[in-house]
């Protein structure tokens, strides 16, 4: 990847608070397919690891960024594809420990945490949040339309096994697909799978975002309450019903957004090259005005675009 920027935000996260974002593997390499993934399916879905950006640079621009703004509260590696794949992420870490106190968190799906160099990998990191999607092969071959070469039970146990060896915190987010997770017998599978893993916490999510597929639903916020009491105390929802936050550093840039499709219908691609945002910093903020009914969607061509209502 020689693009910039690696960075974007911080953008305001339910869970990590202000968080500044690192993204160094290309828009869509991903390990899996997911059928609720909100930037869109996998263009480029591989197992293969290697510096998809110069670890260099990526340094860089991270280290000039934290000297502009305030500090926030987590440095994030995610992105718009999977961080594990970028063979120099444990470098990346390192290096950005040498630069800042700040707390780093790795967001991954966990597909290849039963890889014992990906395992080390990301060690360093002060807090990982691995994903699990499914109870059994087939449902994790439905949800998460994996790489051919990552058998379903391997994954299951390189989780368990980096929640053993890991010294920090490990954050489980469970994703429930309406009319495809969210059955009791599949819940109760994907339950007795973390008890296995047995992470600090457990965080459920939903399709609250439009999912890369029309049919990966969305679970009511009252069925999500239930199903979280059957994965126990240390289970919370996560899933962003409202998805709108106040703070003015974010509602600026909302507005700009808002002002861009006051003038004309705009699709994602439009509003990131329109206002030099990053993709996900893009999807976030038009997925919060369409939750807040500001914006509406219609495809045209098999385009996605938004406009003011
Ligand atoms: S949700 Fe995450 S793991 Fe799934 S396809 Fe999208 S980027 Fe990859």
Redesign the pocket.
Known sequence: MNRKPYTFGPVPSRRLGRSLGIDFVPF?T?????I???????TAKTMERKEYAPMRAVLQEVEEKLNKISPPDYITLSG???PTLHSGIADIIAGIKKISSIPVAV???G?LLWVDEVRDAVSGADLVIP?L?AGSNETFLRV??PHGGIPFQEMVEGLSSFRKAFRGPVWLEV?ITGGVTDSEDELVRIRNLTEQIAPERIQLNTAVRTP?EAYAGLVPKERMKEISGLFGGNCEVIADYTGVHDQSEFSSTREDVLDLLRLRPCSIDDILSGLGLHRNETVKYVQELMDKKLIGMEERHGKRLYSVN
């Open positions: 869509k991903c390990t899996y397919d997911c609720y993934c909100q930037l869109g399916r996998t718009s594809g999977e967001l991954t799906n597909s994903s999607d998460n339309r994703f890369a």
